[in-house]
Each structure stands twice: as C-alpha cells, then as structure tokens.
C-alpha cells in the first residue's frame, strides 16, 4: 500500500441482499478489443473475481467482488452464471467497522477449497481493511474477515484477523489455504515503525477465529522500501505462487516480484526480495499485481503500468498483460488485455488493482478493471484470448 491508495479507498459496510439464480454455466464468448463491460453502476474499486469449484450444482458460477467508493463503505458480491458473460447482483457486505467515515478498503475474495474449523468446504470468504480514516489518537486498523453459507448472498462476521497494535495502518489481505489446511491471511503492515515503513507479513487460523503465528514474509533493510500488495495462487504442481509489489527500491515507483512455497506457509528469508518480473525485452510491470493460474499451468499476470527497461512507459502499457508458462523462471510474454485502460500512470483508479480468472480450458482469460468516466471509478470486465507461445 503506497500512500497515495487512500484517496481511493473506499468502505464496505452488513447488509444481505437475496437474490436467485439459475446454475447453468458455460464458456463466455470473446469480447471484441476495446468493448468492455461495465461491472457494476456505480463506483467501484479493488475488483477481485474467483469460479466456484467447490459448491456442487454451483460450480462453474463466477463471482466478483467490488468495494464501493461512495462513502457507503459497501462490499458488493456480483455473480455471473453464463461464465462471465453477464453479471447480477447478490449481496452486499456492510461491515460496522468501516461506517461513519471509519474508512474501508482492499477486499478480497475466497472459496475454501476444504473444511476449515466449522467452516465446511464451499464457503465463501470476504476480507478487507477497516478503520484507516480514523484520527491517529484512536486509530488501529483491523483486517476482518466474513463468511457466506449461500454463495454470497448473506455474510456473517467471523474475526478480527489483525489489528494494529498503534496508528499505522494495515492493508490489502489475502486468503489462501495452506497444505496443512490451515487458512493464511497475506498482508502489508506498516505498524513496524521506525525499522519498516511496511513489510509483508502473514497470520494462520485452524479456524478462522483464532489467528497466530504473526510471521514476517518480505522485508528490506532500507526503511523506504515497500515490499505490498500480496497474492497467492496454487500452481499445477500444488506449489504456491506469491506475487507482490516492491515500492522505493530503485525510484519511487513499485516493482513486481514473486516467490514460490511448497507447503502455503514458508516463503523463506523474509529479506529476500524474491524475482523480478521482466520480459524477454527487459520490459517490466509497476504496482498492484494480480495473478491466475490456467488449467494448462499458465501464469497471467496483470498490474497497473507496463514499462520499457528504461521505466518509460511502454507502448502497451494499459492494455498487456503478461504471461509465463514455466512457473515464473525465465521472461515472460505479453499478450493483449481484454479490458484496456488508456495510458494508466500511477493513478488511483486507472487500472489500479485489477483481477483475473482464466477460463476452465486455458483458453481465455476474464479482466476486471477500474478507470474513471466522467470523474468516478468504474469496473468494467471483458473475456479475451490466450493465445498459444
């Protein structure tokens, strides 16, 4: 989380809404370039996007989440049941924590793909950041978790995941379940002052109400440098890709790096900054990275800018994304975004945080992205291909 990501955020706060839905699901066409969808009608940000793989009849369903930036604090839970062609409606998230100007921000979204603690497999879960605008006097921000039993149309707390111990924030979770099935909750923490402006850091919980093991995954000597913005998602051969951002390193921008773990828990030394994204040009990608995981075993990643080696930005840049077909050794290739945002530059909304999710058959991939019309934030989504090396 750089500083800037405050003007944007905004908060999720807990409302259920009921909605019905049909479960037929299938392969959605390919959007023609430069013909995005809107999303949602009202503004939005931090969109993420998962396909059940572990609701029975529902499987196939996509849901996408978006955090509203209308000072409603609202976590909106869109669904898709003809794979990602259109979207409706099902729930919301309204998180007491985040009303009232509290601030809320960063949500993510999660299936559990097993059991954890009374939490059987299939459930959903929401986590996001709440608190951050409270003065610093009273402020110690806390990353939440919530759960849904009925594919997102209702929520119901869970846990305090993290809080922070004085005013220095925390932002950004990240859910995933490691091989002990036990669920890990990524996060930038910045209440390690004066050694770390922020650092990456991880908590467990067998259960989802208990959380231990606060444990530091990326850091750096120099109090400038951001290591943020975490991601995981499980490779074809059951190890576990963590992508993240790498702010003030060599200039004040943010790099994309990554790491492998075998079992979802041990990243290794903390103050190794892991692998650079590059191409096989030398371009690289700048903030918010996202990733996923195709059924051939393709990565695809998307950030917010794509720059050539010298940092200048790229001819694609809003409109690539990159991809890598070894388990991120070695350059990776640039293929065309379904959804383009023109000329993203380190704004708080163009193409800030966007999300993906490859198609069953490798195939395609589905973009969510945000960028601003007519002076608010909007997530438009599109399917596009992934074409062959």
């Not at 750096?220 to 943020?228: K, L, Q, T, Y």
């Not at 993906?356 to 395609?364: N, Q, Y």
């Not at 019309?373 to 599109?382: I, M, R, S, T």
């Amino acid at each position: 989380m750089r500083y800037r990501r405050a003007v944007l955020l905004a908060g999720l706060v807990v409302l259920a809404l009921l909605g019905g839905t049909t479960s037929a699901v299938g392969q959605p066409p390919l959007t023609p370039a430069g013909e995005r969808q809107l999303l949602y009608d009202d503004g939005a940000s931090y969109p993420r996007v998962i396909r059940l793989e572990h609701n029975g009849a529902a499987n196939g369903r996509v849901l996408a989440s978006v955090g509203t930036t209308d000072g409603s604090a609202l976590g909106v839970i869109m669904e898709s049941t003809d794979g990602g062609t259109t979207f409706q409606q099902v729930g919301n998230i309204a998180d007491p924590d985040g009303a009232n100007g509290r601030g809320m921000c960063c949500g993510t979204l999660f299936e559990l793909p097993s059991p954890v603690g009374d939490l059987p497999e299939g459930t959903l879960l929401w986590a996001g950041t709440f608190g951050y605008k409270v003065p610093e006097a009273d402020r110690h921000t806390k990353q939440r978790l919530w759960f849904s039993r009925d594919l997102g149309r209702t929520w119901t707390f869970r846990s305090d995941i993290y809080t922070s111990p004085n005013q220095y924030n925390g932002w950004e979770p990240d859910l995933s379940v490691a091989a002990d099935g036990q669920l890990v909750a990524h996060f930038s923490d910045e209440s390690d002052k004066p050694d770390h402006d922020q650092k990456l850091v991880r908590m467990r919980s067998a259960d989802g109400i208990t959380w231990t093991d606060y444990t530091e995954t990326v850091k750096n000597a120099d109090f400038f440098v951001r290591p943020g913005m975490a991601g995981v998602r499980k490779l074809a051969d059951g190890r576990y890709f963590l992508v993240y951002e790498v702010c003030n390193l060599d200039e004040p921008m943010c790099s994309i790096y990554f790491r492998t773990s075998a079992d979802g828990w041990d990243y290794g030394d903390p103050l190794d900054l892991g692998t650079s994204v590059r191409t096989e040009d030398g371009k690289w990608v700048r903030h918010t990275p996202t990733i996923t995981v195709s059924s051939t075993g393709a990565i695809i990643l998307v950030a917010e800018m794509l720059v050539n080696a010298d940092g200048s930005k790229a001819e694609g840049n809003g409109k690539t994304l990159l991809v890598n077909e070894n388990d991120g050794a070695g350059p990776w290739r640039e293929i065309p975004a379904p959804v383009e945002v023109p000329s993203p530059d380190n704004h708080g909304c163009m193409n800030f945080s966007p999300a993906l999710l490859a198609s069953p058959d490798g195939s395609s991939v589905l973009q969510i992205a945000t960028d601003v019309v007519d002076g608010v934030c909007h997530a438009f989504y599109a399917t596009g291909p992934i074409p062959p090396a």
